[in-house]
């Protein structure tokens, strides 16, 4: 028979044996995160201390572009507000209407796999053409929503040609659009305790008393996961103002990627396009720290302790 300190050396070959083969899967995720991901956003803060059209050598200028983004900029100010305004109301009305549509399609309806997909195929169809079919319902005098409108007697809106209301019918093609969302809460929903819900049915809970006390807690770190992801994404949004609005009317829809491009692509301006993104890098850092800051607060675990 195997002596305690023979079956502890095989135990602890075998552990690192294990360990070696983890490391070696690894290596891919390793080399795609440094060449992928750090090393561009170090060549973008390197380009950013640059005077670089793409087609001369690099001019090393220091700070030049930061001092010229927040002194002299004519955009600048306009594309922050315009982003974190799109982001906003993108990130509250998707989380509100893609967890509203979770809980329905959670329940036991007829033909539930068919709607399920209709609610995901959004996400999934080309952006450019969901967005120039949206334009088409738009449209200022013969669009469906101005058709509805003039029907029940309210006046004509320029959804997409005026500067108070671009935003927001912008955000709302965003929050039709957040089927994988519904997706991700729907997963979080099936994983619900149902003894928890038939133990509260049969205290004379409320359909939203066991919402509220049941169901939103115990989803929690679904809302998490679904809040920065969505938060990143519409920080980050561009297509609407490549496909609609090219940043109008004004500067009401510049989005700080849209500024980016424009800087970049349009003007030749690659050192400030970078600065300009490593602003959006900042941007987007700043939410995310302040969400994990704040998400012991509310997210809750079923050990019964917070995050």
């Known amino acids: 028979m195997e002596t305690i300190n023979e079956l502890q050396k095989r135990r602890s070959r075998f552990h690192s044996s294990e360990a070696r083969v983890a490391y070696i899967c690894l290596i891919p995720a390793f080399l795609g995160l440094i060449f992928l991901t750090y090393l561009p956003l170090f060549g973008v803060l390197g380009?950013?201390?640059?005077n670089w059209t793409g087609l001369k050598t690099p001019e090393f200028i220091g700070f030049d572009n930061y001092i010229k983004l927040f002194t002299s900029d004519p955009y600048i100010k306009d594309s922050m507000i315009a982003t974190i305004y799109f982001a906003v109301l993108s990130v509250i009305g998707s989380m509100i209407y893609s967890l509203f549509i979770a809980m329905l399609l959670n329940r036991k309806i007829p033909a539930r796999s068919f709607f399920r997909a209709v609610f995901y195929i959004p996400y999934v169809l080309p952006a450019v053409a969901i967005y120039v079919g949206w334009s088409w319902l738009y449209e200022g005098n013969f669009g469906f929503f101005n058709y509805l409108l003039s029907e029940i007697g309210l006046n004509k809106?320029?959804?997409?040609?005026?500067?108070?209301?671009?935003?927001?019918?912008?955000s709302l093609i965003s929050v039709w659009l957040a089927g994988n969302l519904i997706v991700i809460?729907?997963?979080?929903?099936?994983?619900?305790?149902?003894?928890?819900?038939?133990?509260?049915?049969?205290d004379g809970a409320s359909g939203w008393q066991r919402f509220r006390h049941i169901t939103l807690p115990c989803m929690t770190p679904i809302i998490f996961y679904n809040l920065l992801m969505s938060l990143i994404a519409n920080l980050q949004i561009v297509?609407?103002?490549?496909?609609?609005?090219?940043?109008g009317p004004g500067n009401s829809s510049r989005f700080l990627t849209y500024l980016m491009y424009d800087q970049a692509f349009v003007n030749y301006k690659l050192g400030y396009a970078c600065a300009t993104t490593l602003i959006i890098?900042?941007?987007?850092?700043?939410?995310?720290?302040?969400?994990?800051?704040?998400?012991?607060?509310w997210i809750y675990n079923e050990g019964g302790d917070d995050k």
């Open 185 to 202: 809460f729907l997963a979080g929903l099936q994983n619900v305790p149902n003894v928890y819900h038939e133990a509260a049915e049969m």
């Open 281 to 297: 890098f900042a941007i987007l850092a700043v939410f995310t720290v302040v969400l994990f800051k704040t998400s012991n607060r």
């Open 157 to 170: 809106i320029l959804f997409i040609a005026d500067s108070s209301y671009v935003v927001p019918s912008l």
């Open 47 to 50: 380009i950013s201390f640059t």
């Open 239 to 247: 297509t609407p103002a490549l496909a609609l609005t090219n940043g």
